[in-house]
């Protein structure tokens, strides 16, 4: 049972104070085990607050991050499942779920996590799953000012994953949940 | 008896046997039963209690009928038969098939000695044969016998076992069991008993040990058939979440929150079960068996502390749970069951409040002001060591950091066999320690004496328990 954090797009403090208060209320640290990050975060300070969560953080970079050093693309292994991360602006045309599915094969990962269009999305596909955990903050993206602040909690347990979507429609936190097995034959490529 | 005959003779395999307790008690009964020559001196020439001298202090507690000739008999004839009867039961795995065993080379003592044995299984014989050698074995004659009734007299059973259980065939295990009252005194109805507990503690496992992605994923199943997804690709259907379900809920019936707030509990256990007899190969060390033997004893300490949410866990229990574990070790369902079982035993003990502990502690001081009214003064107004300073420790761990392992068993043997209860008798045993060094907390202030009491110098136990019981008979005169 491995509760896995997939957060991103906060931009702070750019386009966005902080993390709505019912959200902050919810992520307090000793409950996750891995935070993954999508990028553009964009500032030092955000990138403490996750590291108080949790100690294991992965981040990539997004086009709005003021530390440079971040990596575009990373991949871990979480129990039985291989996650890749990247943030999405470098895939041309954004959010395009063909050319995402050519990233994950790319990096060979069952889940890849990706972010930039600050829309929720949880798509499979032959080669496995994209998950996009939409914008923490409901920061505004280039497509559209109307962003409901999202984040995705991922709970790996053998080769079944939960995948709990939380989103704050009206005020109000709404919490989701996706289902999805890893069949042994899938990752066979 | 300053050395108990511990050995492994449920682990035939030479491998698991604990070597540090093998090397140090020795594994010959011959070795033992010259050291039980060696005991009598030390109780005739004891200089602090000159009260009523005796040949064998056991002798005095019960009824003073003589030693008659067949009982000797019977304990000598017993002695060639007890000592095969010792290597063969290791490979019995539960304690079930045990008592079969055992029962079974008592019947075949009967034709040799009718008589005498039945007069055993009827009247209240007398204890060992004035202190020699097959003193041990006469005991293990007789609980035998007791426990191969049909019914088990418990007046009885306590008569023997307060000598001291001796340590074969998994009779200590059984005895415990009948006076902690987890076992009926109706023989029949052992194995159905142990069935159901054994049952039950299985069940509590599957409830409370679960992980919330266990539990959610049952509770799925059971709602939701499983559709399995014929598209290979398209967007993943998303479900409402019931009931604020979720890792992150901060509701108060949330399973999550109570998972995350069990860990907690789950840690101080974890790290209590780690330090627990570090010495002892049996529960720490690298060997698999001390692995699994640490994740037994955590496992009967969670769902302990799940089952008693008023008393969940304290630092302590660990220490409790050991000796038990350790007797009846075949098979780790029981000791949980036997844990709920009487936890009004123990858990009195344990309770933290302030008025639990600190009556008891009051009446230790008083009881002590009452036998030794000269060592209750100096200790406790010249030289201030409030009992509260080393009495907290021996009443809520039950001795078993006072001594050795072995010591502590034997302890509790008397602990649980008394018909006073167990608190009684602990009472009376650390007013015994406490008069066992009298002399030297007299000489000593307030430093000494209290290092002197926290760090109890090892004795003889079985004279400690003869003192200990003097003091019973000695407060109704």
């Known amino acids: 049972m491995v509760l896995v954090l997939a957060i991103g797009d906060l931009h702070i403090p750019h386009r966005a104070p902080d993390l709505p208060p019912k959200f902050k209320s919810m992520l307090v640290p000793g409950k996750i085990q891995h935070i993954i990050c999508t990028g553009n ?43 890749g991360i990247c943030h999405g602006h470098q895939v041309i045309p954004w959010g395009d779920l063909d050319s995402l599915a050519m990233v994950q094969r790319q990096l060979d990962v069952d889940i890849l996590v990706t972010g930039h269009t600050h829309q929720f999305k949880a798509y499979k596909h032959e080669g496995g799953v994209v998950i996009n955990p939409g914008s923490a903050t409901g920061a505004f993206s280039s497509f559209t000012y109307d962003v409901n602040p999202s984040f995705v909690l991922m709970d790996i347990d053998g080769l079944r994953v939960v995948v709990y979507v939380y989103e704050l429609i009206d005020g109000e936190v709404k919490v989701d949940k996706i289902d999805f097995k890893k069949t042994a034959t899938a990752s066979a490529h | 008896m300053g050395f108990l005959v511990l050995r492994e003779k449920k682990n035939p395999s030479p491998i698991s046997v604990p070597q540090t307790f093998v ?116 005991r293990q004659a007789q609980l035998l016998a007791e426990l191969s009734k049909k019914v088990v007299n418990f007046r009885e059973l306590r008569r023997i076992a307060s000598q001291g259980i001796p340590d074969g065939a998994g009779i200590r295990s059984t005895v415990w069991k009948l006076l902690l009252g987890y076992l009926p005194p109706d023989r029949l109805q052992w194995s159905s008993e142990l069935a159901k507990k054994r049952s039950e503690y299985k069940q509590f496992k599957e409830e409370l040990l679960m992980n919330p992605t266990e539990i959610t994923r049952k509770l799925e199943k059971s709602a939701v ?173 039950l001795l078993t950091q006072e001594f050795n392992f072995a010591d502590s068993l034997h302890i509790w043997d008397t602990l649980l066999s008394d018909p006073e209860g ?43 328990l003869y003192v200990a019981n003097k003091l019973r008979s000695q407060a109704s005169n």
């Not at chain 1, 970079?61 to 991949?75: F, I, L, V």
């Not at chain 2, 202090?57 to 002695?79: D, I, K, M």
């Not at chain 2, 019995?92 to 034709?111: G, L, M």
Request: aromatic share 8%; glycine share 4%.
């Open chain 2, 422 to 464: 167990p608190l009684e008798t602990l009472l009376r045993v650390c007013c015994a320690m406490l008069i066992l060094v009298r002399r030297r907390l007299l000489a000593g202030d307030f430093t000494s004496n209290l290092k002197l009491l926290q760090n109890y110098p090892s004795s003889n136990i079985s004279h400690l």
């Open chain 2, 23 to 138: 090397d140090f008690i020795g594994s010959n009964l011959d070795s033992n039963l010259a050291m039980a020559k060696e005991r009598i001196p030390d109780w005739l020439n004891s200089s602090l209690w000159s009260t009523t001298p005796s040949v064998d202090g056991r002798l005095h507690r019960f009824s003073l009928s003589p030693t008659t000739t067949t009982t000797t008999a019977a304990a000598a004839v017993s002695e060639p038969i007890v000592q095969p009867t010792v290597p063969v039961s290791p490979p019995a795995a539960a304690s079930r098939p045990q008592y079969t065993v055992t029962s079974q080379k008592y019947e075949f003592r009967d034709p040799i000695d009718k008589n005498s044995n039945n007069n055993s299984n009827d009247n209240d014989q007398n204890a060992s044969p004035s202190g020699v050698s097959p003193d041990d074995i006469s």
């Open chain 2, 225 to 397: 058939d499983d559709h399995s997804k014929s598209e290979s690709s398209g967007l993943l259907s998303r479900s409402q979440v019931t009931h604020g379900e979720h890792p992150l809920s901060l509701g108060e019936s949330s399973i999550w929150n109570q998972f995350f707030q069990d860990t907690e509990i789950i840690e101080q256990i974890d790290r209590d079960v780690k330090r627990t007899h570090p010495d002892m190969h049996f529960f720490s060390g690298d060997l698999p068996l001390a692995k699994s033997n640490q994740d037994a004893l955590k496992d009967i300490l969670i769902v302990f502390a799940k089952l008693n949410p008023g008393i969940r866990y304290v630092q302590g229990m660990n220490e409790i749970l050991a000796p038990l574990f350790y007797v009846f070790r075949n098979d780790p369902d029981e000791e949980m069951a036997l844990l709920s079982g009487f936890r009004d035993h123990f858990c009195k003990q344990l309770d933290n409040s302030t008025v639990g502990i600190r009556s008891t502690i009051s009446r230790l001081s008083q009881f002590l002001k009452e036998h030794d009214e000269e060592l209750w003064r100096h200790l406790e107004i010249t030289t201030k060591v409030n009992p509260q300073f080393y009495a907290f420790r021996w009443i809520t761990l």
């Open chain 1, 41 to 83: 975060l964009c500032i030092k300070e955000v990138h403490d607050y996750f590291k108080t969560l949790c100690p294991d953080l992965h981040i990539t970079r997004g086009e709005y991050d003021e530390d440079s050093h971040y990596p575009e693309n990373k991949t871990l292994t979480i129990g039985q499942f291989k996650l």
